[in-house]
């Protein structure tokens, strides 16, 4: 699949494309210059015959290459012929082209507006046309009102639908590493653009699930600051504290001095608030540091490599407790819940995860895990000693990496024969806990049950 980038894109096919098939009309008319002439004594005799010569009413085709060819270099007399072409002709076969020659002569001329307007006709034309939606997004998210930045925020999600549905099979000529560092950048570049959106309509929880995937598939500083800025909104001083620290030291490179700053500036002000004193800041932006380059925090991204099945992992408990070695659970029923510290909806879903599991207790074919996905795996001890879930807790360990979890809450239930039987990702409180019941069930019945019943 192509990469979808939205810092690459390049309007195409404008007027140099607009103009190939008048200019092959008009090559015509130069290659049959002999026939002309030789219907020119034709017309002198119906002349002199006293026949008036009737005038030959242009084409649309014609007519479309006149309105380019008054307007020269001049973009906007280029609009306003264009323009008047399409009035004349709403419904052109050529209005795409016309289209994307508008939004380049509009861009060009600063005309943020207009170039808007037809972006967005292009893409109800070709929903499927990335560029120029990556386009229009960039646009409505610049200069649209609410109801733009709301239609932006459904193109974003239109481009995630195509990301997932063209990244799907692995090109032959990428390896697995490339390609899924491919479908995760474009992935986490457009949850950037749309967790903007989703801030600037205020619609907070949503902006947070796309920042946390987006920093979970490729850590960033957009992400990181964005979720400070969701924290001291949601008055949680040291997460914010977190956030800002990983967004100060991952952007090295990615953000300009003034950026910088003004990150560093934030920093400041929440952990004030947080211990009355800048004493100890210093040290914990080098922990942070140390936690993003070295990554002694996410020791589960190194565990269990070249590990093909699930019951080829060994996951550590978070609490105290030997591993636990999955090969010795083979042929149980795996109810595995993907989560971290940092994500709300994990912590509102535990719960109804906890009492899907007491109806199971007596169930010693069916195990029920809490797998961490934290990078910073200090977090997860404070949070348990808040939450006391009752299901083991373990860390994941590169088996997130295995079922390619990309979102949280994420849960599985894996069958006796190691298939997934039922996939959730994100969290529907009406249905999670009888959809979730019904496929333990259905794994625990034998193949031949509904077969037998009959």
Request: glycine fraction near 6%; include cysteine.
């Amino acid at each position: 699949m192509r990469s979808v980038s939205l810092k690459s894109f390049v309007v195409l096919c404008a007027v140099p494309c607009l103009l190939s098939g008048s200019v092959r009309a008009a090559s015509g008319r130069q290659q049959g210059g002999d026939k002309k002439d030789a219907a020119a004594p034709k017309q002198a005799q119906a002349s002199k015959q006293g026949q008036t010569p009737v005038a030959k009413v242009p084409t649309a085709d014609e007519e479309l290459q006149q309105a380019i060819d008054s307007a020269g270099n001049d973009r906007a007399a280029l609009v306003r012929n264009l323009e008047a072409f399409l009035k004349k002709y709403p419904d052109a076969s050529q209005r795409t082209r016309i289209y994307r020659a508008l939004v380049e002569a509009s861009l060009q001329l600063r005309d943020a507006a207009r170039a808007m307007q037809y972006a967005e006709r292009i893409v109800a034309l070709s929903p499927d046309d990335m560029s120029i939606t990556l386009l229009t997004i960039q646009l409505l998210e610049r200069n649209g009102d609410e109801a733009g930045i709301r239609r932006a925020s459904n193109y974003a999600s239109r481009v995630l639908e195509f990301v997932e549905r063209n990244s799907a099979e692995k090109s032959p000529k990428l390896s697995k590493e490339q390609w899924e560092n491919d479908r995760n950048r474009d992935r986490m570049s457009v949850l950037l653009v749309r967790g903007r959106l989703y801030l600037k309509l205020r619609e907070a929880s949503k902006a947070q699930a796309d920042f946390q995937e987006a920093y979970f598939l490729s850590p960033n500083a957009e992400a990181a600051e964005r979720l400070g800025e969701i924290a001291e909104m949601n008055k949680e001083p040291l997460m914010a504290i977190q956030q800002y620290a990983r967004a100060f030291a991952l952007s090295d490179n990615a953000k300009s001095g003034a950026e910088r700053r003004g990150v560093r500036q934030k920093l400041g002000n929440v952990w004030r608030l947080a211990h009355g004193t800048d004493d100890g800041l210093g040290d914990y932006l080098l922990r942070t540091y140390d936690e993003l380059t070295v990554r002694p925090g996410a020791p589960h991204a190194q565990r269990n490599t070249g590990a093909k099945d699930p019951y080829d992992y060994t996951l550590r408990r978070a609490g105290d407790g030997p591993p636990l070695v999955l090969a010795q659970e083979r042929g149980k029923i795996l109810v595995v819940n993907f989560w971290a510290t940092w994500c709300g909806p994990c912590r509102a879903m535990e719960p109804m995860f906890e009492r899907v599991a007491v109806e199971f207790d007596q169930a010693r074919d069916v195990l029920f895990l809490d797998a961490d996905c934290d990078e910073d795996e200090s977090l997860v001890a404070p949070y348990l000693a808040e939450v006391k879930p009752r299901s083991l807790v373990v860390f994941a360990d590169g088996l997130d990496r295995l079922f390619a979890v990309n979102s949280f809450p994420t849960v599985l239930v894996i069958d006796r024969e190691g298939k997934i039987v039922y996939r959730a990702e994100g969290f529907g409180e009406d249905s999670f806990e009888a959809s979730l019941t019904g496929a333990i069930r259905g794994a625990l019945s034998p193949p031949n049950a509904a077969a037998a019943s009959q």
